[in-house]
């Protein structure tokens, strides 16, 4: 696909593509026009170089041997850290845990501390915009210990409606775990705001940071947020790289998660003391060479600057919504980028989802089809599924004429 | 295999027409099954009568594949003997797994779903009122003597 001019003056998206070989690959004798970033990113060379250099030259498990290569495996691991935590504006390293992403970080909180802390009617409050992995380890939690779940609503177009707060937020609410960034509408929550609130009446406050981490600019002391969880593998990380943020005064009263090596300081036949933090929370062989790869992709993304690759998202995002209006498609969650990052979800002249998606790959595009892990979402607006394009640092507008185009011709397919 | 070899015209005049997409009120079998993936539910309607299947019919809302599926369906279904009903489930199963040829002989209008063999996501859009269907008769079973309900 010949790249025509962006409009960001920051980004320059013809050399990032280079840095991504799989869009050079064919779909259906097509270019590959990849849209579907919100369920993973594309990984450039530097990061799958990265991995692939850990494995040719310091594999070595972690924290375990005192021979060169183990020293050396400990060095990069650690450095990933500390660039993750620098990243997100974390004061100290081992404020991060690493985890295999925002699903099991949630989980993490979920047992490590809300277990230990929740106690009969105390309550937890969600928004409707979650994903079910920011509601499903609550219910769990819930049900062990008694408490309660509760519910900000969500406005006509997909933001948070917040009319009712002082009602749901109460001395009751132990927790707030709310999406940064909504995976199928975009929309973005005033995430500060909310904290502000309930730290007020003595909540904690958990940000799921799945999507919002990779798009948009995030220092954890100005969301002032207790939580954030992060995923690796839609930063342009590897799978199962990723890591939980907390307040470390949090994390050494938490109990462990999983038990294991290397979380233990002293083990006896009855009882165990525990390492100190992080390291308390990470038993096992970790995924090293994935998270040192997690530490490279960091360094990329720093390199673009997330301002300016919030200021890409925002041009594409604005021009893919103006398409799909222009195409006549519904359009969900906020139309105003202000307020919102690059996943859109549509439906298109009453065309299934599934088959609007079958019909994109023949034309190359890859779209997600579905409901997105978002089933209170979807009843809200009572559709079974949607079609969601999503945006990264490598899409061009050039790709979302493409989408638009495969569209037009699943109309004739449909004749909708 | 290009788009046209799933979008047959068949598909699309079972899914804009779909054939006895309908309630059922008084069946003797029924059964609801959804679709994980996207969220579509079928419901299947069955009216049998000693032994043979008298009318089916379905509701419930979904893509281009499950709905033309359901719908023909409910036409090579109707009429045949319970275990005749059975043998069809098999073999559309089979044709679906790519396990069985697809020769319209057998199959009839069915044979428009080969494409989606291509698909493995999309397989479980075409079986999903089939495997309705194999409930529907398989609780019957089940509670063979007692009355229907």
Same mark, same amino acid.
């Given at each position: 696909?010949?790249?025509?001019?962006?409009?960001?003056?920051?980004?320059?998206?013809?050399?990032?593509?280079?840095?991504?070989?799989?869009?050079?690959? =064919?779909?259906?004798?097509?270019?590959?026009?990849?849209?579907?970033?919100?369920?993973?990113?594309?990984?450039?060379?530097?990061?799958?170089?990265?991995?692939?250099?850990?494995?040719?030259?310091?594999?070595?498990?972690?924290?375990?041997?005192?021979?060169?290569?183990?020293?050396?495996?400990?060095?990069?691991?650690?450095?990933?850290?500390?660039?993750?935590?620098?990243?997100?504006?974390?004061?100290?390293?081992?404020?991060?845990?690493?985890?295999?992403?925002?699903?099991?970080?949630?989980?993490?909180?979920?047992?490590?501390?809300?277990?230990?802390?929740?106690?009969?009617?105390?309550?937890?409050?969600?928004?409707?915009?979650?994903?079910?992995?920011?509601?499903?380890?609550?219910?769990?939690?819930?049900?062990? =210990?008694?408490?309660?779940?509760?519910?900000?609503?969500?406005?006509?177009?997909?933001?948070?409606?917040?009319?009712?707060?002082?009602?749901?937020?109460?001395?009751?609410?132990?927790?707030?775990?709310?999406?940064? @960034?909504?995976?199928?509408?975009?929309?973005?929550?005033? #995430?500060?705001?909310?904290?502000?609130?309930?730290?007020?009446?003595?909540?904690?406050?958990?940000?799921?940071?799945?999507?919002?981490?990779?798009?948009?600019?995030?220092?954890?002391?100005?969301?002032?947020?207790?939580?954030?969880?992060?995923?690796?593998?839609?930063?342009?990380?590897?799978?199962?790289?990723?890591?939980?943020?907390?307040?470390?005064?949090?994390?050494?009263?938490?109990?462990? $998660?999983?038990?294991?090596?290397? @979380?233990?300081?002293?083990?006896?036949?009855?009882?165990?003391?525990?390492?100190? #933090?992080?390291?308390? $929370?990470?038993?096992?062989? @970790?995924?090293?060479?994935?998270?040192?790869?997690?530490?490279?992709?960091?360094?990329?993304?720093?390199?673009?600057? @997330?301002?300016?690759?919030?200021?890409?998202?925002?041009?594409?995002?604005?021009?893919?919504?103006?398409?799909?209006?222009?195409?006549?498609?519904?359009?969900?969650?906020?139309?105003? #980028?202000?307020?919102?990052?690059?996943?859109?979800? $549509?439906?298109?002249?009453?065309?299934?989802?599934?088959?609007?998606?079958? !019909?994109?790959?023949?034309?190359?595009?890859?779209?997600?089809?579905?409901?997105?892990?978002?089933?209170?979402?979807?009843?809200?607006?009572?559709?079974?599924?949607?079609?969601?394009?999503? $945006?990264?640092?490598?899409?061009?507008?050039?790709?979302?004429?493409?989408?638009?185009?495969?569209?037009?011709?699943?109309?004739? !397919?449909?004749?909708? | 295999?290009?788009?046209?070899?799933?979008? &047959?015209?068949?598909?699309?005049?079972?899914?804009?027409?779909?054939?006895?997409?309908?309630?059922?009120?008084?069946?003797?079998?029924?059964?609801? &099954?959804?679709?994980?993936?996207?969220?579509?539910?079928?419901?299947?309607?069955?009216?049998?009568?000693?032994?043979?299947?008298?009318?089916?019919?379905?509701?419930?809302?979904?893509?281009?594949?499950?709905?033309?599926?359901?719908?023909?369906?409910?036409?090579?279904?109707?009429? &045949?003997?319970?275990?005749?009903?059975?043998?069809?489930?098999?073999?559309?199963?089979?044709?679906? *797994?790519?396990?069985?040829?697809?020769?319209?002989?057998?199959?009839?209008?069915?044979?428009?779903?080969?494409?989606?063999?291509?698909?493995?996501?999309?397989?479980?859009?075409?079986?999903? *009122?089939?495997?309705?269907?194999?409930? *529907?008769?398989?609780?019957?079973?089940?509670?063979?003597?007692? *009355?229907?309900?």
């Amino acid at each position: 696909m010949a790249l025509t001019e962006e409009r960001s003056a920051d980004l320059d998206i013809a050399r990032i593509r280079k840095d991504f070989p799989i869009l050079e690959r =064919t779909v259906e004798r097509k270019p590959l026009v990849y849209l579907d970033s919100a369920a993973t990113s594309q990984k450039p060379n530097q990061v799958i170089d990265a991995e692939a250099d850990f494995y040719r030259n310091h594999n070595a498990n972690a924290h375990r041997g005192i021979y060169m290569l183990a020293e050396e495996a400990t060095e990069l691991y650690e450095q990933a850290r500390a660039k993750l935590a620098r990243f997100i504006g974390a004061p100290r390293p081992e404020s991060v845990v690493f985890t295999r992403g925002t699903t099991e970080s949630t989980n993490l909180v979920a047992h490590a501390w809300a277990r230990k802390v929740l106690r009969e009617d105390d309550e937890i409050l969600l928004s409707q915009l979650e994903h079910h992995s920011n509601i499903v380890p609550w219910q769990l939690a819930a049900r062990d =210990t008694g408490a309660v779940l509760r519910y900000l609503p969500i406005t006509d177009d997909g933001q948070l409606d917040l009319s009712d707060l002082g009602s749901l937020l109460t001395e009751k609410t132990k927790l707030l775990a709310i999406s940064g @960034m909504s995976n199928s509408l975009g929309t973005l929550p005033p #995430v500060r705001e909310l904290a502000d609130a309930a730290h007020a009446v003595g909540s904690l406050v958990l940000v799921d940071g799945a999507q919002l981490v990779p798009h948009v600019p995030v220092d954890v002391t100005e969301l002032d947020c207790d939580f954030l969880t992060i995923s690796g593998h839609k930063m342009l990380g590897p799978t199962a790289s990723g890591g939980l943020y907390a307040k470390v005064e949090h994390l050494e009263a938490m109990d462990p $998660f999983l038990g294991g090596g290397h @979380m233990i300081s002293e083990v006896f036949p009855e009882y165990s003391t525990w390492n100190e #933090v992080p390291y308390k $929370f990470e038993a096992g062989t @970790m995924n090293i060479a994935q998270e040192v790869a997690l530490g490279t992709a960091v360094g990329y993304l720093e390199g673009l600057g @997330m301002d300016a690759v919030r200021k890409h998202e925002e041009e594409i995002t604005a021009y893919a919504i103006e398409r799909l209006l222009d195409a006549g498609a519904r359009v969900f969650g906020p139309t105003d #980028v202000s307020v919102r990052g690059g996943a859109v979800s $549509f439906w298109y002249h009453d065309i299934h989802p599934h088959d609007l998606a079958t !019909v994109l790959n023949e034309e190359g595009v890859a779209i997600r089809a579905g409901h997105h892990c978002n089933q209170l979402v979807m009843r809200w607006f009572g559709v079974p599924a949607t079609a969601r394009a999503s $945006f990264y640092v490598y899409n061009t507008n050039d790709e979302v004429d493409a989408l638009a185009e495969a569209l037009a011709k699943a109309k004739r !397919v449909f004749g909708g | 295999m290009a788009l046209d070899e799933i979008y &047959k015209e068949v598909i699309l005049d079972h899914y804009k027409n779909p054939r006895n997409k309908r309630e059922m009120p008084g069946a003797v079998l029924r059964c609801s &099954k959804n679709n994980p993936l996207c969220g579509d539910e079928i419901t299947v309607y069955v009216n049998e009568d000693t032994g043979t299947v008298t009318d089916v019919s379905f509701v419930g809302q979904g893509c281009s594949i499950s709905q033309s599926s359901a719908s023909m369906m409910t036409e090579t279904v109707a009429g &045949k003997t319970r275990d005749e009903v059975k043998e069809r489930i098999g073999a559309f199963r089979g044709m679906m *797994a790519g396990e069985v040829e697809a020769d319209e002989d057998a199959f009839g209008e069915l044979v428009a779903l080969k494409g989606v063999v291509k698909y493995p996501v999309r397989v479980k859009c075409a079986v999903l *009122a089939w495997d309705v269907l194999q409930d *529907a008769l398989a609780a019957q079973g089940e509670a063979e003597g007692s *009355a229907p309900h």
